[in-house]
């Protein structure tokens, strides 16, 4: 069973970068696609972005001049990277790893979560 | 970009049957999938591809898809399934959620 472990500061002053990483646990790490997720206080869920195998990314609109994922298969991890980060940034930073196939069969993991606060 | 709208809110009584709805042109043609997520915990996948249920989860979930509009059902819902709930989907150009449903079960 995989276990996604996520880890990255958790205070941030405004302009600075948010990077999080979230490393597989316990099970195979290949074939599989990575996003991040994200969740301000007392908010929904809001869709950051996604990488596959091959190193390609999608990311969400609205974040996308700001936002970097990369992926390191040798370790089993995969990061984030969000630049100039505000208050308005603040958020639990969930990282999900998930598998779907052409019959669109989909299971995923889930990271623990992570508070990113932003304040000066 | 797309859209998916949920209500903010849905309350039964426990042994009723909840439903949520999710709207949006996407789900004419990409699939929708629910998520359940309790306080303090990681969204739950409860229902992928429109319809299907993963393993482990209880077979009072349902889903089921008409058009542009996705359903979530619970038959029978319990106290213990009081959570928020979101939909989702994922165009080429990348995903989106509904804004969530509070499911209140008292």
């Known amino acids: 069973q995989v276990q996604l472990q996520q880890w990255g500061a958790g205070l941030l002053k405004p302009s600075e970068t948010l990077s999080l990483t979230c490393a597989a646990l316990?099970?195979?790490?290949?074939?599989?696609?990575w996003s991040w997720i994200r969740q301000p206080p007392g908010k929904g869920l809001e869709w950051i972005g996604e990488?596959?195998?091959?190193?390609?990314?999608k990311y969400n609109p609205s974040l996308k001049s700001r936002v970097t994922m990369s992926v390191d298969t040798s370790k089993s991890q995969f990061s984030l990277n969000l630049s100039s980060v505000t208050a308005a940034d603040t958020a639990v930073y969930y990282c999900?790893?998930?598998?779907?196939?052409?019959?669109?069969?989909?299971?995923?993991?889930w990271g623990q979560g992570t508070l990113i606060t932003v304040s000066s | 970009s797309y859209e998916l709208t949920q209500p903010s809110s849905v309350s039964v009584s426990p042994g009723q049957t909840a439903r949520i709805t999710c709207s949006g042109d996407?789900?004419?043609?990409?699939?929708a999938r629910w998520f359940q997520q309790k306080p303090g915990q990681a969204p739950v996948l409860v229902i992928y591809?429109?319809?299907e249920r993963p393993s482990g989860i209880p077979e009072r979930f349902s889903g089921s898809s008409s058009g542009t509009t996705v359903t979530l059902t619970i038959s029978g819902a319990q106290v213990e399934d009081e959570a928020d709930f979101y939909c989702?989907?994922?165009?080429?150009?990348?995903?989106?959620f509904g804004g969530g449903t509070k499911l209140t079960v008292l």
């Open positions: 591809k429109d319809t």
């Open positions: 996407i789900l004419a043609s990409k699939y």
């Open positions: 999900l790893m998930f598998y779907y196939d052409s019959s669109d069969y989909y299971f995923d993991y």
């Open positions: 989702y989907s994922a165009a080429d150009n990348g995903g989106v």
């Open positions: 990488i596959n195998h091959s190193g390609s990314t």
């Open positions: 316990g099970g195979s790490f290949s074939g599989y696609y």
